[in-house]
C-alpha cells in the first residue's frame, strides 16, 4: 500500500515523536546507567511505519521489537547485533481518534520507554530475547512496571492518563491498550 493511503504522521507529528523519542531514551539511559549515544553498547534504530518492511509490519499493535544481527564483521568489542523499534503510526493514531483526552506526546513518551526498557534488559543479558511465550508475557509486565516507576513522576500533560491505561498490564494479562514486543530475530 502506498504510504500516500496509510494514517501515518505528518510533520508536525514527526516533530513530537522526535521529542518524545529523546527524552524516552535519556530517561531509559538514567534509569539503566547506560550510554545511548554510544552505538556500540546501544545500537538501536526507530522506523514509522511507512519505512518499515513488510513483515515487521503488524496490525493492531503501537510498537514492536525486532533484533537484527549485523552484516559483515562485527569490531573488537562491538556488538554482533542492533535492536530496531518499529512504530505503528496507523494503529497510534487510531487509538488518538477514539479517545480524545490522549495526547499524542504521551502516548509516544510510554511506547518509547517501553520499548528503550526492554533495549535496555536485552542489552544487559538480564533477558533473553528469543524466549518463550510464558516468560515474554512475564517480561512484559516487568518491563510496564519499570516503566511506570520512570515516568509516574513526569508532570508531562496527558501522561497521567496513560499510565492509568495501562495500569491492567502491570498486574500482567490485559490486552487493551495494544503494545505487542514480540521478537523476530534475522
Ligand atoms: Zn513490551
Not at 153 to 179: F, I, S, T
Request: net charge negative; glycine share 4%.
Amino acid at each position: 500500500m502506498a504510504a500516500a493511503e496509510l494514517n501515518i504522521f505528518d510533520s508536525e507529528q514527526i516533530v513530537i515523536l522526535d521529542r518524545a523519542c529523546l527524552l524516552a531514551r535519556s530517561l531509559a539511559a538514567d534509569a539503566f546507567r547506560l550510554d545511548f549515544d554510544d552505538i556500540h553498547s546501544w545500537p538501536v534504530d526507530i522506523k514509522r511505519y511507512p519505512e518499515l518492511r513488510p513483515e515487521e509490519r503488524a496490525e493492531g499493535v503501537f510498537a514492536q521489537l525486532f533484533r537484527y544481527l549485523r552484516p559483515g564483521p562485527v569490531l573488537v568489542g562491538g556488538r554482533p547485533d542492533y535492536y530496531r523499534i518499529c512504530l505503528y503510526d496507523p494503529a497510534i493514531l487510531k487509538a488518538l481518534a477514539g479517545e480524545p483526552k490522549l495526547s499524542l506526546e504521551a502516548l509516544l513518551t510510554y511506547i518509547l520507554t517501553h520499548e528503550f526498557v526492554h533495549v535496555a534488559r536485552f542489552a544487559r543479558f538480564m533477558e533473553i530475547f528469543d524466549s518463550g511465550r510464558e516468560s515474554r508475557l512475564a517480561e512484559e509486565e516487568i518491563v510496564h512496571r519499570e516503566t511506570f516507576r520512570i515516568l509516574k513522576n513526569n508532570r508531562m500533560p496527558g501522561l497521567e492518563l496513560v499510565l492509568d491505561l495501562y495500569k491492567n498490564h502491570r498486574q500482567g494479562g490485559a490486552l487493551d491498550p495494544p503494545d505487542a514486543c514480540a521478537s523476530s530475530p534475522q
